[in-house]
């Protein structure tokens, strides 16, 4: 069941700020998981502002795949001033030996999250493309409605994007979620998305461990996961912006992967009955 949705009280749609969620929820243990690759320039930032929110059961995990920049040295000195009143750790870091691709770096990060107790993961990439005022309002739209995933949409009424991207950009990401969906027969209209909250009891289901993608495919194969699995998922609109800092980690394998993911998909899931 897939469906658009937006919490009242979440976010104040005169100002578009976030507004504090009820106690009860700020306190849900989320982990926020956040591959890097050379994003020494970004990382200092986004986990500023992560940190600044008013949600205390936030965390974040980085997850860093060897980057030479340096980032994971950076990333370890952050954790070192982000703590919470007691003394906890608010912020943590995944060493990975080698760039093994943004799919098996998201399934490590979200395996080693839910095994130290959270109960919603949210996928965020370390570039600043992803609003990070939006991660109450999707919080509280797992909470009240129930939903497996929470899809942080570029494409259900009210999403935009980046005015940096160029027509012809718009038009392939826009034709690749259509892509994606009619070889699926999905209803999600930001299906390669990848501002995603997930519950821990649908990333239990899916079994993080079986899933084939490396890339960006990643994100196409786990929607469609759970949507096999019976997880109601639901759409909240969001700006997408363009990085600043950095430079993108798509190449031609990347997309290689990605146009042949769904068919791969349709048909196990033929096979499967």
């Known amino acids: 069941m897939t469906g658009v949705h937006k919490t009242p009280g979440v976010e104040d749609p005169a100002t578009g700020r976030s507004i504090a969620l009820p106690d009860t929820w700020a306190q849900t243990p989320l982990t926020v998981v956040m591959p890097t690759y050379n994003e020494a320039g970004n990382v200092p930032r986004m986990a500023e502002l992560l940190m600044g929110l008013d949600i205390p059961g936030l965390r974040l995990l980085i997850v860093d795949d060897s980057s030479p920049d340096g980032t994971g040295d950076i990333a370890e000195e952050l954790a070192q001033k982000y703590h919470t009143e007691d003394g906890t750790p608010r912020m943590s870091v995944l060493h990975r030996t080698a760039k093994d691709g943004l799919g098996r770096a998201y399934a490590a990060g979200m395996s080693k999250a839910v095994e130290d107790g959270a109960a919603y993961v949210l996928q965020m990439d370390a570039d600043g493309s992803h609003p990070e005022g939006k991660v109450a309002e999707m919080l509280g ?15 259900v009424p009210g999403g935009t994007l980046s005015d940096a991207w160029g027509a012809h950009r718009k038009l392939l990401s826009r034709w690749a979620n259509a892509y994606a969906s009619t070889i699926l027969g999905t209803r999600v209209r930001d299906i390669t998305g990848g501002f995603n909250l997930w519950s821990a009891d649908a990333l239990r289901a899916i079994d993080l461990g079986s899933v084939d993608s ?3 495919s990643f994100q196409v194969e786990m929607k469609y996961a759970a949507l096999r699995r019976g997880f109601q998922v639901m759409e909240v609109p969001i700006h997408f912006e363009d990085r600043t800092v950095g430079e993108s980690k798509m190449n031609l394998a990347v997309q290689l992967e990605s146009i042949a993911m769904p068919w791969k998909l349709r048909a196990r899931a033929r096979g499967r009955g």
Do not use: H, K, Q
């Not at 739209?141 to 494409?155: E, H, I, M, N």
């Open 214 to 216: 490396a890339g960006y």
């Open 141 to 155: 739209v797992a909470l009240s409605t129930g939903a497996g995933l929470v899809v942080g949409s570029r494409y």
